[in-house]
């Protein structure tokens, strides 16, 4: 099946400071991506698609400016949490679908990285 | 846009029993897929079955078998010969055509297998 790693699988970093958090399809190439929160006990939330020689699209209610996408080439992305606080921890996990291209392509997830920040 | 709604936040099965976890959708969208994924403790998201809802046939793969009624917009797993790997978290999921195409997932139920 179609591989999709993530790094780092965990991170704690103190307030204010910046994270990147990276998201790789391994063996197929991925002109979108998605990048999804999830807190404890609940569901998956999309925070954005990422878009690989454009902007990424947010969801609405989530940061541009503090969650930064970029989709560097076709089996990378990239989020960086800048300046994080405290309600900034969660798991973050990305995901890339794998197909002829479309809405009906299956997504592939990472394993998500957890940040923990002080 | 879809909604997906789990209503059983946990279950439980006895190991080699049969289970089935239900899943309602609403979408107005005529072209559309459904998923389950599960989420084990590592919180490794894995595809466990997919159907496309232009297909009559239910969906198979091993043990795991859904019941896709689409008139009621009801996509249920069942789960056969239950092992003790199924434990986990299962998540509903639905992506349509059209709006915003993206995956919608329900809120999950977690699956406990006792030995």
């Known amino acids: 099946g179609a591989v999709v790693s993530q790094h780092p699988s965990w991170v704690i970093c103190k307030s204010g400071t910046s994270v990147k958090i990276e998201c790789r399809s391994l063996?197929?190439?991925?002109?979108?991506m998605f990048w999804y929160r999830q807190f404890p006990k609940q569901s998956l939330m999309l925070m954005a698609t990422?878009?690989?020689?454009?902007?990424?699209?947010?969801e609405q209610g989530v940061e541009k400016d503090k969650f930064l996408i970029n989709h560097a080439s076709l089996t990378l992305s990239t989020l960086t949490v800048t300046s994080a606080h405290p309600e900034d921890s969660s798991f973050y996990i990305c995901?890339?679908?794998?197909?002829?291209?479309?809405?009906?392509?299956?997504?592939?997830f990472g394993p998500g990285t957890r940040l923990t920040v002080l | 846009a879809q909604t997906v709604t789990q209503s059983q936040p946990e279950m439980s099965v006895q190991e080699a029993e049969t289970v089935t976890l239900s899943c309602t959708y609403d979408?107005?969208?005529?072209?559309?897929?459904l998923f389950w994924y599960k989420q084990p403790p590592s919180r490794q998201m894995i595809l466990v079955i997919r159907?496309?809802?232009?297909?009559?046939q239910n969906a198979t793969e091993n043990r795991f078998s859904v019941n896709f009624q689409k008139a009621a917009k009801s996509f249920s797993l069942k789960i056969s010969d239950s092992q003790l790997g199924d434990a986990a978290m299962y998540f509903c999921?639905?992506?349509?055509?059209?709006?915003?195409?993206?995956?919608?997932f329900g809120k999950g139920t977690k699956l406990t297998v006792n030995p």
């Open positions: 159907q496309e809802a232009y297909k009559q």
């Open positions: 979408t107005s969208e005529s072209d559309y897929y």
């Open positions: 063996d197929f190439q991925a002109t979108t």
């Open positions: 999921a639905c992506i349509a055509q059209g709006g915003s195409e993206k995956l919608v």
């Open positions: 995901s890339a679908p794998r197909g002829s291209g479309g809405f009906t392509d299956t997504q592939y």
């Open positions: 990422s878009n690989e020689g454009s902007k990424a699209t947010y």
